[in-house]
């Protein structure tokens, strides 16, 4: 079993900055891929940033320039920096990892972490 613990939501004014962070623990062989979705109130949950293996970085267009995924692989840790951000951003925000597992490293998993919520508003 894997566990995905995340921190660092809050409620930031326009402008402001965030640091989201997602860990995972348990029986993992190895983290093929990370990422962040977030999903507003009435809206579809949406991919905001991803994180390969190899450091390979994908952004949704509309958080480019503001937005910064980073991992620590000693730490099973995924990272998102949030600058300038926006009413907009306010979402329920999730990380996401695909795990080869101890017990059968050539199969793949999928995890989600428990959400964390951002809210921006003056």
């Known amino acids: 079993q894997v566990q995905l613990v995340e921190s660092g939501g809050g409620l930031v004014q326009p402008g402001g900055s965030l640091r989201l962070s997602c860990a995972a623990s348990?029986?993992?062989?190895?983290?093929?891929?990370m990422g962040w979705y977030r999903q507003a109130p009435g809206k579809q949950r949406e991919l905001v940033a991803s994180i390969t293996s190899g450091g390979s970085t994908n952004y949704a267009d509309s958080v480019k320039g503001r937005f910064t995924i980073s991992r620590d692989n000693a730490k099973n840790t995924v990272y998102l920096q949030i600058d300038s951000l926006k009413p907009e951003d306010t979402a329920v925000y999730y990380c996401?990892?695909?795990?080869?597992?101890?017990?059968?490293?050539?199969?793949?998993?999928?995890?989600w972490g428990q959400g964390t919520q951002v809210t921006v508003s003056s």
């Open positions: 996401n990892f695909h795990i080869r597992p101890r017990a059968s490293p050539g199969g793949l998993e999928n995890y």
């Open positions: 348990g029986s993992i062989f190895s983290i093929v891929a």
